[in-house]
C-alpha cells in the first residue's frame, strides 16, 4: 500500500499505544518484536536521501537541476514542466534537497522487461520528451516518448544524465528574460553540466538502505532464545560472545562449541 507523501513541517500521525510488556520478560526482549520493530520503522522512514545507481531509482523521486540557486522539475496539472525553486535545502546544497510540494514529486518506476524507466508526475501523467526537445506530462500511456535511460555520470558520483529515446539529454537554459526562471528542455546531444542533475528519493525505497535495516533486524536475538538454542543457561560473557558471532558470521560454530560443552560437562 503507497502511503500520502509527507514534508517537513507535517505533523506526524501519533502511533497508538501498545499493551505493557509483561515484568517478567523483561530482560529477554523478544526477537521477534524487534526485528518486527525495525522493519515498521525502515516501512515509516520518509527522510530523503540521495540516489547513488540507477538500482536506486524507484518510488517518489525529486529531479534536482543544475541551476544556481537549485531548483527541481515540477509538473502542473495540465501537463507543463518547469523549474521550480526549492524551498526544503540546506545552504544551497542539491544532496540536501526535499520536496515541499507535491508538483515536484515523481514517481519512478522500470519498464518492465526493460532497463528504462518512466516518471509519473502529481497528476498521474508521464514525463514526456517530443523529437523538439519539449518536455510535457499530459500522456497516460507509455509510448517512447515517455521512456527514459538513467545513466550514472561517470566522473560526478552521485549525480545522473536522463536520456530520452531519442538520444537527447534532459538539460537546463538560462533565462531569456531578465528575473526569469531557467527553462528544463530535453534536446541537449552531449553530456554537460546542465545535463548533470541529482535524483532525491524517499530512504525506505532505497535497497541498501532496507538491505542494511533487515541485517540490524536479524542481529538481535533475545538471551532467552540463545539460551533456548544451546539448551542452558547462559552468563554474560557466553551471552556476548554469541551475539559477537551472529554479527562476524560464525555463530552456528560458535554455538555448536557451546553445545559440545554441555555434553562434555554431563558426561565428564
Not at 70 to 96: E, H, M, Q, Y
Not at 206 to 213: D, T
Not at 244 to 251: L, Q, S
Request: with cysteine; glycine share 6%; charged share 35%.
Amino acid at each position: 500500500m503507497v502511503k500520502p507523501l509527507s514534508f517537513k513541517g507535517d505533523k506526524k500521525p501519533k502511533k497508538r499505544k501498545r499493551a505493557e510488556a509483561d515484568p517478567s520478560i523483561d530482560d529477554t526482549g523478544p526477537s521477534d518484536l524487534a526485528v518486527a520493530a525495525t522493519a515498521e520503522d525502515g516501512e515509516h522512514d520518509d527522510s530523503w536521501v540521495s540516489a547513488e545507481a540507477t538500482g536506486d531509482v524507484q518510488g517518489p523521486v525529486m529531479i534536482v537541476l543544475p541551476t544556481d540557486p537549485p531548483t527541481c522539475l515540477a509538473c502542473d496539472a495540465n501537463g507543463k514542466i518547469f523549474t521550480d525553486p526549492i524551498v526544503n535545502i540546506i545552504d544551497g546544497n542539491p544532496s540536501t534537497a526535499e520536496p515541499h510540494d507535491v508538483r515536484q514529486v515523481w514517481v519512478a518506476n522500470k519498464i518492465y522487461g526493460t532497463e528504462n524507466f518512466r516518471f509519473k508526475g502529481r497528476y498521474g501523467k508521464y514525463l514526456s520528451c517530443d523529437k523538439y526537445g519539449i518536455l510535457t506530462a499530459t500522456s497516460e500511456a507509455i509510448t517512447a516518448l515517455e521512456t527514459w535511460t538513467v545513466i550514472p555520470t561517470h566522473d560526478t558520483q552521485g549525480t545522473f544524465q536522463i536520456q530520452s529515446q531519442g538520444e537527447t539529454f534532459l538539460t537546463i537554459k538560462e533565462p531569456t528574460k531578465a528575473n526569469g526562471a531557467p527553462e528544463v528542455r530535453g534536446d541537449a546531444t552531449e553530456i554537460s553540466f546542465d545535463t548533470t542533475l541529482r535524483i532525491r528519493m524517499q530512504a525506505r525505497f532505497k535497497p541498501r538502505i532496507k538491505a542494511s535495516k533487515e541485517e540490524k533486524a536479524k542481529e538481535k536475538i533475545s538471551r532467552k532464545e540463545l539460551e533456548e538454542a544451546v539448551g542452558r543457561r547462559l552468563n554474560e560473557d557466553e551471552v556476548r560472545s554469541l551475539k559477537r558471532a551472529r554479527r562476524e558470521g560464525d555463530y552456528h560454530e560458535r554455538l555448536l562449541d557451546l553445545k559440545s560443552k554441555n555434553k562434555h560437562d554431563k558426561y565428564g
